[in-house]
């Protein structure tokens, strides 16, 4: 069974820049999250989705971030304009439903200058 | 909201002897206590998880233990060997609420 599968893995951008994730959840997961992990630190949630539903983004920037899942399965997250301190890895990860254990994805890491 | 802190951020010990990483966590209506090894950029993996209504739970070297009382929870690895390194990260959730809240990590390395 294929595992969370994120792209691009790397990316580098100039300040300003907008940039976008993607990323593919297992395979009949409903539940699908965004995470940003700092260098040296835990993961910190960004949005939940069930299914094509965002039930959890207060802590989405939404200034700057957006994020989709449209028809309930890929889903996108995008930084508009990017800027110096959005330089961070960001991880997807799926779970079957909201009470199973999460998967990660390889996350993608972004460096902005 | 959650807040969950990890001890130590650093843990280096000889191969073969045992580690121990402590968590608290602020919440007392956390249920789920996941904790995940990370490898230098690769990502986090899930290796032994813990439910509220279970005190202790063990899988061959690893085994987590849960003081609700307390609200803190540990990791506990036996006969520690070199492919144990990396960092761990210990993380705590609710019912309604399954996004997780990570520790900020600590450091394995064990010395061969």
């Known amino acids: 069974e294929a595992g969370v599968v994120q792209s691009p893995r790397y990316k580098i951008i100039e300040k300003k820049q907008p940039v976008a994730f993607w990323c593919n959840p297992i395979?009949?997961?409903?539940?699908l999250y965004w995470y940003l992990q700092n260098l040296g630190q835990g993961p910190e949630l960004l949005i939940r989705?069930?299914?094509?539903?965002?039930?959890?983004d207060s802590q989405l920037p939404k200034d700057r971030f957006s994020a989709e899942r449209l028809k309930g399965v890929d889903s996108t997250l995008k930084i508009q304009p990017a800027e110096l301190g959005d330089s961070a890895v960001y991880l997807c990860?799926?779970?079957?439903?909201?009470?199973?254990?999460?998967?990660f994805g390889p996350g993608t890491r972004l460096l902005v200058l | 909201g959650e807040n969950v802190e990890q001890h130590p951020s650093t843990l280096s010990v000889q191969e073969g002897d045992s580690a121990v990483i402590k968590c608290t966590y602020s919440?007392?209506?956390?249920?789920?206590f996941p904790w995940y090894k990370q490898e230098l950029g690769k990502r986090p993996q899930l290796i032994i998880d813990?439910?509220?209504?279970?005190g202790e739970k063990k899988d061959q070297r690893i085994a987590v233990t849960l003081n609700k009382t307390a609200k803190h929870f540990s990791l506990h690895i036996t006969e520690t060997q070199p492919e144990d390194s990396a960092v761990y990260f210990c993380?705590?959730?609710?019912?309604?609420?399954?996004?997780?809240?990570f520790g900020s990590g600590t450091r394995l390395q064990v010395q061969p």
């Open positions: 990860a799926s779970s079957l439903n909201e009470k199973e254990t999460q998967y």
């Open positions: 395979s009949g997961h409903n539940t």
């Open positions: 989705y069930e299914n094509e539903e965002a039930v959890d």
């Open positions: 919440d007392s209506a956390s249920n789920y």
């Open positions: 813990i439910r509220s209504n279970v």
């Open positions: 993380a705590a959730s609710k019912t309604g609420r399954r996004a997780l809240t």
